[in-house]
């Protein structure tokens, strides 16, 4: 490959540029003694919602990118689409029973966009070890209403998945069918900020872990919204955790202005619900037509 | 017009540094310092020298302070006696009252005075919690999800409704109420301070928690301004940036120890018990959620910025006790 060069400004970035950890160095070893050393001492910056640059582009989407690249063949429509620069809430379908189209969105993001994702997660997420730090350290935080104030004011791009836990726990059967968006919270925070909603369509993560049941008493019992059960788990046991390899598509919808609003709109319901109904509708007709454009969901087999 | 200051707990670091500071002003004519403890002998320990401030030996939980209200005319009062720990003899009992009818004496020696026109109060953002369901950064607005229940930060809220209670019955004299973040610096000595020093270092496994100090310079400075200007209201305090607790432990060339938070508990309550560290439940909450606080308020009111990050503050403090990451060289 040859050598790229960084441009933080943003005006040329070619599409197929190569992520932007990958600078001019004449020395790879030195490069990756010095990162050693950093990490070792503690020399890194972190934002407030203790997002960890560094450690997300050069250690946690390295090990997510192979899924990204190779397993799902994530292919991203409409790019131009993404704004630049500036806050943008990007908001998408949610499925697959474990969330990995939230790690897909990521890596979309950052590799063809460049930028990085802010992701707003259940307050599950939050109170589990290992997973709270994680997300926090690659970027995501809290849904609530002022983290994404904040972080819409401070220009990131913003985001959310409005079904939440009903999205991504559906039934197999209920694939590519939309559930009811929350409360519309996020249009709110989108009309407060000024800024412009994203639709996103996301198709191929209902295919990797068919929830054919649900396993409610043990649920109850671990305190989790569900514990699924798939053709293959807990039949095969940690085999059974492996996605299935589906053909995925990621498609960003035209933007949905929400500056012709006064601020004061957020708090009223009426706007508020007639946003949220309309980029519900936007994105289940993008899914319908990008699930038709992607054709079989295991090609060549099916 | 004359000025006399009262400062509550000049038998600790910031306390001291506050009323030497006040006294070396020229505005001001007389500081008296008020502590249950007389100040630590200058040469022997470390004590900071209170320049000409008086001292008088009153315990707070006594009506005795209202005396020395009413017998100096005093107009501010800085009151920084909260006591964050439980002390080796007293225990958590004697640090509550100490707290809180500590304070409530005061300000009701306050209420009563005709001279007092400013109150400051000296408080910790540990009033807003740690939990998975609150937002990342606190603003002084917020109303946490699950408040403290428990020792210091609990005493702080109680302390806090009454100081509020206090600017209702007296509109006309200004309070302001600080909720600093844990201090840090050379001086500084308190459970975290003395958590950093040790060698390895228990942390929760699974949770990487965001920590945020302010340096004893800035907190002297902020608690100087708030003393000597009217500036009304509650007001976070607290470096720029967050460091996660991992980095601090790498930034100190130390070694952690990640436990299962059960572990961690019982080890924090042996650790208690046996008098080596000041451990309540908090602390484990905020070393699994860690917190951060919005500093924006302060910062318009006072036109001023904290000299040092949350980063630059904990720099400092590891310069003064000698210790460098692991790769790194002593400077």
């Given at each position: 490959?040859?050598?790229?060069?960084?441009?933080?400004d943003?005006?040329?970035?070619?599409?197929?540029?190569?992520?932007?950890?990958?600078?001019?160095?004449?020395?790879?070893?030195?490069?990756l003694?010095?990162?050693?050393?950093?990490?070792?001492?503690?020399?890194?910056?972190?934002?407030e919602?203790?997002?960890?640059?560094?450690?997300?582009?050069?250690?946690?989407?390295?090990?997510?990118?192979?899924l990204?690249?190779?397993?799902?063949?994530?292919?991203?429509?409409?790019l131009?689409?993404?704004?630049?620069?500036?806050?943008?809430?990007?908001?998408?379908?949610?499925s697959?029973t474990?969330?990995?189209d939230?790690?897909?969105?990521?890596?979309?993001?950052?590799?063809?966009?460049h930028?990085?994702?802010?992701?707003?997660?259940?307050?599950?997420?939050?109170?589990?070890?290992?997973?709270?730090h994680?997300?926090?350290?690659?970027?995501?935080?809290?849904?609530?209403?002022e983290?994404?104030?904040?972080?819409?004011?401070?220009?990131?791009?913003?985001?959310?998945?409005?079904?939440?836990?009903?999205?991504v726990g559906?039934?197999?059967?209920?694939?590519?069918k939309?559930?009811?968006?929350?409360?519309?919270?996020f249009?709110?925070?989108?009309?407060?900020?000024?800024?412009p909603?994203?639709?996103?369509?996301?198709?191929?993560a209902?295919?990797?872990?068919?929830k054919?049941?649900?396993?409610?008493?043990?649920?109850?019992?671990?305190?989790?919204?569900?514990?699924?059960?798939?053709?293959?788990f807990?039949?095969?046991g940690?085999?059974?955790?492996?996605?299935?390899?589906?053909?995925?598509?990621?498609e960003?919808?035209?933007?949905?202005?929400?500056?012709h609003?006064?601020p004061e709109?957020a708090?009223d319901?009426m706007?508020?619900?007639?946003?949220?109904?309309?980029?519900?509708?936007?994105?289940?007709?993008m899914?319908?037509?990008?699930?038709?454009r992607?054709?079989?969901?295991?090609?060549?087999?099916? | 017009?004359?000025?006399?200051?009262?400062?509550?707990?000049?038998?600790?670091?910031?306390?001291?540094?506050?009323?030497?500071?006040l006294?070396?002003d020229?505005?001001?004519?007389?500081?008296i310092?008020?502590?249950?403890?007389?100040p630590?002998?200058?040469?022997?320990?470390?004590?900071?020298s209170?320049?000409?401030?008086?001292?008088v030996?009153?315990?707070?939980?006594s009506?005795?302070i209202?005396?020395?209200?009413?017998?100096?005319?005093?107009?501010?009062?800085?009151?920084?006696?909260?006591?964050?720990?439980?002390?080796?003899?007293?225990?958590?009992?004697?640090?509550?009252?100490?707290?809180?009818?500590?304070?409530?004496?005061l300000?009701?020696?306050?209420?009563?005075?005709?001279?007092?026109?400013r109150v400051?109060?000296?408080?910790?953002?540990a009033?807003?919690?740690?939990?998975?369901?609150?937002p990342?950064?606190?603003?002084e607005?917020?109303?946490?999800?699950?408040?403290?229940s428990?020792?210091y930060?609990?005493?702080a809220?109680?302390?806090?409704?009454?100081?509020?209670?206090?600017a209702?019955?007296?509109?006309?004299?200004?309070?302001?109420?600080l909720?600093?973040?844990?201090?840090?610096?050379?001086?500084v000595?308190?459970?975290?301070?003395?958590?950093?020093?040790q060698?390895?270092?228990?942390?929760?496994?699974g949770?990487?928690?965001?920590?945020?100090?302010?340096?004893?310079?800035?907190?002297?400075?902020?608690?100087?301004?708030?003393?000597?200007?009217?500036?009304?209201?509650?007001?976070?305090?607290?470096g720029a940036?967050v460091?996660?607790?991992?980095?601090?432990?790498?930034?100190?060339?130390?070694l952690?120890?990640?436990?299962?938070?059960?572990?961690?508990?019982?080890?924090?309550?042996?650790?208690?018990?046996?008098?080596?560290?000041?451990?309540?439940?908090?602390q484990?909450?905020?070393?699994?959620?860690?917190?951060?606080?919005?500093?924006?308020?302060?910062?318009?009111?006072?036109?001023?910025?904290?000299?040092?990050?949350?980063?630059?503050?904990?720099?400092?403090?590891?310069?003064s006790?000698g210790?460098?990451?692991?790769?790194?060289?002593?400077?």
């Amino acid at each position: 490959m040859s050598v790229s060069h960084e441009d933080d400004d943003g005006r040329v970035i070619p599409i197929t540029a190569a992520p932007s950890y990958e600078q001019a160095d004449p020395d790879p070893l030195a490069e990756l003694l010095a990162f050693l050393r950093r990490r070792l001492d503690g020399d890194y910056e972190v934002d407030e919602f203790g997002y960890d640059p560094e450690l997300t582009d050069k250690i946690f989407l390295e090990l997510v990118r192979p899924l990204y690249n190779h397993w799902f063949r994530v292919e991203t429509v409409e790019l131009h689409n993404v704004p630049e620069e500036g806050g943008a809430l990007v908001v998408a379908n949610h499925s697959g029973t474990l969330p990995l189209d939230a790690l897909m969105l990521q890596v979309a993001m950052h590799d063809d966009v460049h930028r990085p994702l802010r992701l707003l997660g259940a307050d599950l997420v939050y109170q589990l070890p290992l997973l709270s730090h994680l997300a926090r350290k690659t970027g995501h935080t809290l849904a609530c209403r002022e983290d994404a104030d904040r972080l819409l004011r401070k220009g990131e791009l913003v985001g959310v998945f409005p079904e939440g836990f009903k999205g991504v726990g559906k039934p197999f059967s209920e694939r590519y069918k939309l559930q009811r968006f929350g409360r519309g919270g996020f249009v709110a925070s989108a009309i407060r900020a000024g800024v412009p909603i994203l639709p996103t369509a996301i198709v191929g993560a209902e295919e990797i872990f068919p929830k054919i049941g649900d396993v409610k008493s043990l649920a109850r019992l671990l305190g989790l919204p569900y514990v699924p059960i798939t053709p293959f788990f807990p039949l095969l046991g940690p085999l059974g955790l492996v996605p299935l390899p589906s053909k995925w598509m990621i498609e960003f919808g035209e933007p949905i202005r929400t500056d012709h609003y006064e601020p004061e709109a957020a708090d009223d319901p009426m706007v508020v619900f007639n946003v949220t109904d309309h980029v519900r509708e936007v994105i289940q007709q993008m899914l319908n037509e990008l699930r038709l454009r992607r054709g079989h969901a295991f090609p060549p087999f099916l | 017009m004359t000025h006399t200051v009262l400062v509550t707990g000049v038998s600790r670091h910031i306390g001291a540094r506050v009323s030497n500071m006040l006294a070396a002003d020229p505005d001001i004519d007389r500081v008296i310092g008020v502590d249950t403890v007389p100040p630590p002998s200058l040469t022997r320990d470390g004590g900071v020298s209170l320049g000409r401030t008086e001292f008088v030996r009153v315990d707070l939980r006594s009506p005795d302070i209202a005396q020395v209200i009413a017998a100096a005319d005093i107009d501010t009062v800085v009151h920084m006696s909260l006591v964050s720990a439980p002390s080796r003899g007293g225990g958590r009992a004697a640090m509550k009252e100490h707290n809180i009818i500590g304070t409530m004496q005061l300000l009701g020696a306050c209420q009563r005075s005709a001279t007092v026109r400013r109150v400051v109060v000296r408080s910790t953002t540990a009033v807003y919690g740690s939990s998975p369901r609150d937002p990342a950064v606190f603003t002084e607005d917020l109303e946490p999800h699950d408040g403290p229940s428990h020792g210091y930060a609990k005493d702080a809220c109680e302390v806090e409704g009454y100081v509020r209670g206090f600017a209702r019955r007296r509109p006309d004299v200004t309070v302001s109420l600080l909720r600093f973040a844990n201090f840090m610096g050379p001086g500084v000595d308190s459970p975290l301070t003395r958590y950093f020093t040790q060698p390895v270092l228990p942390t929760v496994l699974g949770f990487d928690p965001r920590l945020q100090f302010v340096h004893e310079d800035d907190a002297v400075e902020v608690l100087r301004r708030m003393a000597t200007e009217d500036h009304p209201g509650t007001y976070n305090v607290a470096g720029a940036g967050v460091l996660l607790l991992s980095q601090c432990v790498r930034r100190a060339g130390r070694l952690s120890m990640p436990l299962f938070s059960p572990a961690f508990e019982a080890l924090g309550n042996a650790a208690r018990r046996l008098g080596l560290v000041e451990y309540s439940p908090e602390q484990l909450k905020l070393m699994c959620y860690g917190r951060a606080v919005e500093t924006s308020r302060l910062e318009a009111e006072l036109g001023w910025k904290p000299k040092f990050s949350t980063g630059a503050a904990f720099e400092d403090f590891l310069r003064s006790r000698g210790l460098h990451p692991l790769g790194g060289v002593p400077s």
